[in-house]
């Protein structure tokens, strides 16, 4: 189950030429002479190998770089959090480490392109004079080591997750890949190699023989593993009755510790730390196996085969179809499977020679071809038609109907013999089938039958000034492909009887396998049209081009020219479910790709205000003086609602999946007459339209926020396409929305103000109370905090500043720090004012935070946690007066930080304004100038408050004479 690989019928297997054994090689004689590097990615997260406690997987590992010594074999592994260039680089380091720490350096890499090609990792090797070479585009066998070796190291790891899982369930989770792959490649480095003289990679390496007493104290992976109480390791007693050891998962071993000491995953906790005295439970003999866990077990093998795709892949690769088949080292594949190099060049054996595929099937003549492979073999896709199918459907009816719809569509198997359109089907042996024709069966059901040929629809009507077809090349039928004999043995023939899948090849929980879609709600084009729900996304798209096209005109089909700057158009899908998960809606978006846009040409300014927090709070106290009224509104499509100006050309490409009939996306393209979503002015003519006919009905812009409109009955609160209106009496309210709706705005009205931008606005007898208790569980979240052992603080700060560390040890760059700050700022400035010092603190180090500001970060979680469902309560009292306390700390850093740094000696500034004694405005920031003392620092405090206080006056003026 975890080594299996797919067989081609018809095909011979190679023998191993005797002339090729015992050949000297000509090059890469030394360890360090030449290092492959590769890329794979993991379609689940990873856990960090350093995380405490409940760590989640969410800010985890996403995949991983390898590093594979062409001399010795030798492989190293780092996973990472993302395959960025900079990630990379420091795993490139560590290996030259080790290189120099053995006394040689090293000389040339090689590897695919990618990250690889990036001008950092080209510079960072032109530095230390080390030659880089790399593969063709799309020739990922001309870097074999390492994909070869990816291969090798991803069958030992899944081996071991399946085997944790078939005896361990309760205790096998997927996030542990990364752990069961570095164990993976620790066994392997130290197993004898036949091809190194009986030596292992490791041996070869470091030049010195081992007695590989190490390799004789491996253990299996996840097996149980007993720790010795801390007391008794520290040679105290414990009551007599208590147990003596507590139960842990062995996940392999560490890299700054002795073979001696393991690596102990503590299930309770989550915490994974280096152990010495243990006892190791190799054959599961203490913890249950299946009976009492058959149900946790059949759910966790479908979590573990979400998707059963190899991802030892590079995705580009993936995508392509182009996949080369991994073959083991020759440690590990059998001896009638290899093949000699030196035979097949002698034989002058192409790849392509001597292929005779069966009857009917394309052969695809620049199939990838790589060592051990055979030279007989499929294509991984069949050829398709290129002309698409033209319906005539009449838009009364709908906008998009299938007059004969796939099976695929039902989710339900059609006879392999005769296609559902009633074109004839060649049966072809590959192990790719259809992601939707799995929706509802297993992998074993009709796994060698395949949707030929792809589906269009046209539309025709009088109402639209163009008819849209769905292109060929976008089938919502188009198969997603997986490889499911990847779960078999290698002899298994796609053509063997399914009794004989069942009786000799397959484990029993194969059959519980699902190729389950996509679980995220916001697809990609690709993930949207050719999951289950392709044509509830495609009748929303059709809805969509209808509005835009039809009921709003944003633009004419025009011929193309070469001077235009034409800008790619993209699809948003949004799937939207209700609380308990059932599905509401379907959504799509077509947008213009504004980052493709150039200034002066087809955009020039592009500013657009937003309303300030501070006249949101100063309205909501306002309406509980004085009893008024409010409503939320929302415009729908609210950029295209805004016309371009003439001296605005922009163009587009037709939307993906739809052609204009009797065009071309090469040949026509569309002029927007509106602002499209995506544009860069969109939100700028947006306001610019809505305020004119906010205008046009006797309603003023505020001088002091021009988000805030003011009229004689109404007051109206704008937020991008967001609105909150304010009266005394419902009558007005109604009335501006009634004259906005025949203005052609589409204004929805959403009933009362209960949440705006986040914030949860609850309203009490006398007052209001501000929370955002769902950002609080995120924040918490990815602190790692949200287990329910996690402690809870009185305080969201120690009473002594955070200063800057620099000596301290930096933090986990897998952590995301920044993300964490940009939430609690957004918190702070909205419902939680008691954590603005303690965010501000942290937000200093934002670019290079270490362990101690990580530390009080996490003590801002812990308050939060404790107070959840806390937030800013506005009870205002009758008199309507402002009152502002500000405040200094003289040189507060001074003593906690390098006395030589001129930044220990700034003062800090805090200030609230009060309107009617509820806060509407705080703030806790460093001065940027140096008081020389602390009069000087409370009158730079006084005129910074004074700043938003003066402009607040005249703002609440302005509204008391509304």
């Not at 420091?90 to 990618?114: I, M, P, W």
């Not at 390791?233 to 890299?255: E, L």
């Not at 792809?454 to 039928?477: R, Y």
């Amino acid at each position: 189950m975890a080594k299996s690989q797919r067989r081609t019928p018809s095909s011979s297997r190679a023998k191993a030429s005797s002339s090729g054994e015992k050949s000297l090689k000509t090059s890469h004689l030394s360890p360090g002479d030449c290092i492959s590097c590769d890329h794979y990615v993991s379609p689940e997260r990873g856990r960090n190998l350093d995380g405490f406690g409940k760590a989640t997987a969410s800010n985890g590992y996403t995949g991983g770089a390898i590093y594979v010594d062409h001399a010795s074999g030798k492989i190293f592994h780092f996973p990472q959090t993302s395959l960025s260039a900079s990630e990379t680089l420091r795993g490139k380091q560590t290996v030259e480490r080790a290189a120099c720490d053995l006394g040689f350096r090293v000389k040339a890499y090689h590897s695919d392109n990618g990250i690889f090609a990036s001008a950092e990792f080209q510079e960072h090797c032109n530095s230390l004079g080390q030659k880089l070479s790399y593969s063709g585009v799309g020739a990922h066998h001309q870097n074999g080591v390492a994909e070869r070796s990816i291969g090798t190291v991803c069958r030992l790891a899944r081996a071991n997750i399946i085997h944790l899982l078939l005896h361990w369930p309760d205790q096998c989770r997927m996030y542990l890949w990364p752990f069961a792959m570095n164990y993976a490649v620790w066994i392997y480095n130290r197993i004898p190699n036949p091809s190194l003289g009986g030596l292992s990679p490791e041996e070869f390496w470091s030049g010195s023989r081992s007695d590989h007493s190490d390799l004789r104290r491996a253990h299996v992976f996840g097996c149980p593993v007993y720790v010795l109480d801390p007391a008794l390791q520290d040679g105290k007693s414990i009551p007599k009755w208590n147990a003596r050891a507590r139960m842990g998962v062995f996940v392999g071993y560490s890299h700054q510790h002795s073979s001696l000491v393991p690596l102990v995953l503590n299930p309770s906790t989550g915490y994974v730390s280096p152990q010495y005295h243990v006892i190791f439970d190799d054959k599961f003999a203490s913890v249950a196996s299946s009976q009492s866990s058959i149900n946790e077990l059949n759910a966790t093998w479908d979590g573990l085969f979400r998707t059963s795709r190899d991802f030892y892949l590079d995705p580009e690769e993936v995508e392509s179809g182009d996949v080369v088949p991994p073959r083991l080292s020759a440690t590990w594949d059998p001896q009638d499977a290899r093949v000699s190099e030196g035979a097949r060049v002698s034989e002058g054996a192409s790849p392509s020679e001597g292929a005779s595929p069966s009857e009917g099937v394309p052969v695809s003549e620049d199939s990838p071809s790589s060592e051990g492979v055979s030279s007989k073999r499929y294509p991984s896709r069949r050829t398709r038609n290129t002309n698409p199918i033209h319906l005539a459907i009449p838009i009364a009816t709908a906008l998009a109907t299938w007059a004969d719809p796939p099976a695929a569509y039902l989710n339900t198997a059609h006879p392999s013999s005769q296609h559902p359109l009633g074109e004839s089907v060649t049966l072809r042996p590959k192990a790719k089938v259809s992601h939707v024709s799995l929706a509802e069966s297993t992998l074993l059901h009709s796994p060698w039958t395949d949707v030929a040929t792809a589906f269009s629809v046209g539309f025709s009507s009088s109402a639209l000034a163009s008819s849209w077809e769905l292109e060929h090349g976008a089938s919502v039928c188009e198969p997603h492909t997986y490889k499911v004999s990847s779960l078999f043995e290698p002899d298994l023939s796609p053509l063997d009887s399914a009794s004989d899948c069942i009786v000799d090849q397959a484990h029993p929980h194969v059959f519980s396998v699902k190729a389950n879609t996509s679980p995220e709600d916001n697809p990609s084009y690709d993930e949207a049209m050719k999951g289950p729900y392709a044509k509830e996304y495609t009748d929303a798209a059709t809805t969509e081009l209808h509005t835009l096209q039809v009921e709003l005109d944003c633009w004419e089909l025009v011929e193309r020219e070469d001077w235009m700057n034409v800008l790619p158009s993209t699809w948003a899908f949004k799937c939207k479910r209700y609380p308990d998960g059932r599905v509401k809606k379907f959504k799509a978006r077509f947008c213009a790709r504004g980052d493709r846009q150039k200034e002066g040409v087809d955009y020039f300014d592009t500013w657009s205000p937003v309303v300030s927090w501070t006249t949101v709070r100063c309205m909501l106290i306002l309406s509980v003086l004085l009893d008024l009224k409010t409503v939320q509104a929302d415009i729908t499509a609210a950029f295209v609602h805004a016309e371009l100006p003439p001296e605005e050309e922009v163009y587009i490409h037709q939307p993906r999946g739809f052609i204009a009939p009797g065009t071309s996306t090469k040949t026509h393209v569309l002029k927007l007459k509106r602002a499209l979503y995506g544009l860069k002015q969109a939100p700028r003519h947006f306001f610019k339209y809505l305020s004119l006919h906010l205008e046009k009905h006797h309603l003023v812009q505020s001088r002091f926020d021009p988000s805030l409109f003011i009229g004689k009955d109404v007051i109206v609160i704008v937020y991008v396409d967001d609105l909150l209106i304010y009266s005394k009496t419902r009558d007005p309210i109604t009335d501006l929305i009634e004259k906005l709706q025949q203005d052609g705005i589409k204004l929805r009205e959403e009933g009362e103000a209960e949440g705006f931008l986040g914030v949860d606005i609850k309203r009490e007898t006398g007052g209001i109370t501000l929370t955002q208790t769902g950002l609080i569980s995120r924040i918490i979240t990815a602190l790692g905090m949200d287990s329910v052992y996690t402690t809870k603080k009185d305080t969201p700060a120690e009473s002594s500043p955070l200063p800057k560390d620099v000596d301290g040890e930096p933090a986990d760059p897998a952590f995301p720090y920044a993300s964490i700050i940009g939430m609690l700022l957004y918190l702070s400035g909205h419902s939680r004012p008691d954590i603005a010092f303690a965010v501000h603190q942290c937000a200093r180090y934002t670019f290079k935070p270490t362990k101690r500001h990580v530390a009080a970060l996490k003590r801002i979680g812990r308050y939060l946690k404790g107070t959840k469902s806390r937030g800013l309560i506005l009870n205002p009292s009758k008199h309507l007066h402002v009152d502002c306390y500000p405040d200094a700390d003289f040189a507060g850093l001074y003593g906690h930080e390098d006395k030589q740094d001129p930044h220990c000696v700034r003062s800090r500034t805090g200030y609230v304004i009060l309107l009617a004694n509820c806060p509407i405005l705080w703030k806790s920031k460093l001065q940027t100038e140096i008081a020389l003392s602390t009069m000087k620092a409370e009158y730079v405090a006084l005129s910074q408050s004074c700043k938003d206080l003066f402009p607040l006056l005249d703002q609440i003026v302005e509204l008391a004479g509304a």
